[in-house]
Structure formats: structure tokens, C-alpha cells
């Protein structure tokens, strides 16, 4: 059976899509069957892994009209597949509100997968809405990025709330997978107190890997690639292959 990981974090720009892009490419490259489910109508996972945004999207596959085969696209990697978004899915946030069990839909959209993957990872839009939801439901843990800055703690608290409601009422079995830091910048004082007060109070939920900030990883998605196939040296490629491995080390 394989383990479905869900990236969340309210806030945009803070490295959810680079890092589920980039995690899983090195967990394929690792040999693991991995699918990354863009859950974001915005697509940025979808054409960050050179795929166009055409339908059918997951939006279809939500919806029951079209079947799994034809909604899964290969990438540039082997073992690397993904579950398209388009602009679709911000219609299907709003269609999903007054439907029962709204917050199940991907979960029962994902649930014939699971034994096909090692690995699904599912990159959620910057809100705690219907479609986060969704994801966490769908979800056995949550990996949350986290931007060295001080708003980030603020957003960390109301973030862990919400998974809290989840673990009590729509899913009991989600576990926090842990946090990790992005586009740390190490010349500045509030990245170095950020990580140091984060891993102080949620201590071994931190991944010890830290992400830096690198221009690569930004350049990257231009060219519908993930870091390893689009320069596999810099520091920001060397950086997401250790958080990876950390991922498969916690199992
Ligand atoms: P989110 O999905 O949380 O909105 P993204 O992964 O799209 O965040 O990242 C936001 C922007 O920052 C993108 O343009 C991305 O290319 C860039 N970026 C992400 N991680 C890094 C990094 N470590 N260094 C430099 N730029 C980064
Ligand atoms: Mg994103």
C-alpha cells in the first residue's frame, strides 16, 4: 500500500509545489513508483514537470468522468507520473461546498492508486478551503514547508489547528509527516531565529534538512523540470536528494 503525503501551508510563495515537484522526483530516481496529484488550479505542478494543462484534470477524475489511465501523465523522469490541474478546479471549490461528504472526494478519486504507487504526493493551493481539505482527508501525513520569516510562525499555528480538527473529526489516521524550511537565506539573523525557535518546540518534527535559497530551483520550472534533470549539482538540487531520503528514512 502505498503512503499519500500532502503539502500545505496557507500562505503562497512558501515552496509547496518546488518542494512536492522536487521530493518527488528524487523518490522516483530512488526507484519508488511516485504520482504527485496537482490539487492547485493554478497548475504550476503540472507544467513545473513539462506537462500541459489539458484536460482531462483531476477535476475530472473527481468528478467520475474520466478514469484514472486517462487522466495519469508521465514526466521526463521514469516513475514519475502526475494528476494534472487547470483552472477547472477553482469551479469545482465552489461545487464541492454544498455537496455531502465534499471533504472525501479526492480521497475516493485517489483511493484505486494506492496500490499501484509507493508514493502519492499531493500539492494543495495557498487556503485551508474545501480543496485543502480534501487533501488532508485524502492524506496519511502532512509535510508542511515552512519560509524562514516571522509571519511564518503565526500561520504555522492556525495551520496546525485545522490538521488538529481534521485528526478529530474527517481523518484520524492523518500524521503530522513533520516540517521542513525553505528558501533559507543564512546571512539573515530571522532565518537563523525561525529555525531555531521552530525546532526547539516541535524538535524532532523537523526535518533536518534545510532548503536554501537558489536561483536554480526557480529557473527551473521554466523549463519543465524538475532540479535533478535541469543542473542534479547545484545546491538546491543536492539539497531536495537528502530531504527525500530523510522522507523515505521516517517512512
Ligand atoms: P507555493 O507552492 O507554496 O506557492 P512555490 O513552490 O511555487 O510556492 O514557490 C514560490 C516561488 O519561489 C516560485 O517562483 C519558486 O520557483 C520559487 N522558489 C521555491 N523554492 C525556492 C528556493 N529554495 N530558492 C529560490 N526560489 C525558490
Ligand atoms: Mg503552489
Redesign the pocket.
Same mark, same amino acid.
Given at each position: 500500500m502505498g503512503k499519500t503525503f500532502v503539502?500545505v /501551508?496557507q500562505?503562497? %510563495?512558501?515552496?509547496?509545489?518546488?518542494?512536492?515537484?522536487n521530493i518527488g522526483a528524487y523518490l522516483a530516481l530512488e526507484g519508488k513508483k511516485t504520482l504527485l496529484v496537482d490539487f492547485?488550479s493554478?497548475g /504550476?505542478?503540472t507544467s %513545473?514537470v513539462g506537462v500541459d494543462r489539458e484536460k482531462p484534470t483531476v477535476y475530472d477524475l473527481m468528478a467520475g468522468t474520466s478514469p484514472a489511465a486517462e487522466v495519469i501523465r508521465e514526466s521526463a523522469i521514469p516513475g514519475l507520473s502526475v494528476i494534472p490541474a487547470s483552472i477547472d478546479l477553482s469551479g469545482a471549490a465552489i461545487e464541492l461546498v454544498d455537496q455531502e461528504e465534499r471533504e472525501y472526494f479526492l480521497k475516493k478519486a485517489l483511493a484505486p492508486l494506492q496500490s499501484t504507487y509507493d508514493y502519492i504526493l499531493i500539492?494543495?493551493p495557498?487556503s485551508l478551503g474545501i480543496l485543502t481539505l480534501n487533501g488532508l482527508v485524502a492524506a496519511d501525513a502532512v509535510l508542511i514547508?515552512l519560509?524562514c520569516e516571522y509571519f511564518a510562525l503565526e500561520g504555522l499555528t492556525l495551520l496546525l489547528q485545522t490538521v488538529k480538527r481534521v485528526q478529530k473529526t474527517l481523518n484520524p489516521e492523518l500524521e503530522i509527516g513533520g516540517i521542513f524550511f525553505?528558501?533559507?537565506d543564512s546571512r539573515t539573523r530571522l532565518a537563523q531565529d525561525v529555525v531555531h525557535q521552530v525546532t526547539s518546540y516541535f524538535k524532532d518534527r523537523v526535518f533536518r534538512t534545510i532548503?536554501?535559497?537558489?536561483?536554480?530551483?526557480?529557473?527551473?520550472?521554466s523549463h519543465g523540470l524538475p532540479i535533478c534533470k535541469y543542473d542534479a549539482l547545484c545546491v538546491?538540487a543536492r539539497?531536495y536528494e537528502k530531504l527525500a531520503k530523510e522522507v523515505l528514512e521516517r517512512g
Open positions: 503539502f /501551508n500562505k503562497g %510563495g512558501v515552496g509547496k509545489t518546488t518542494s512536492a515537484i492547485d493554478q /504550476n505542478m %513545473g500539492d494543495c495557498p514547508p519560509q525553505t528558501m533559507y532548503i536554501p535559497r537558489n536561483v536554480r530551483l526557480s529557473e527551473a520550472p538546491g539539497s
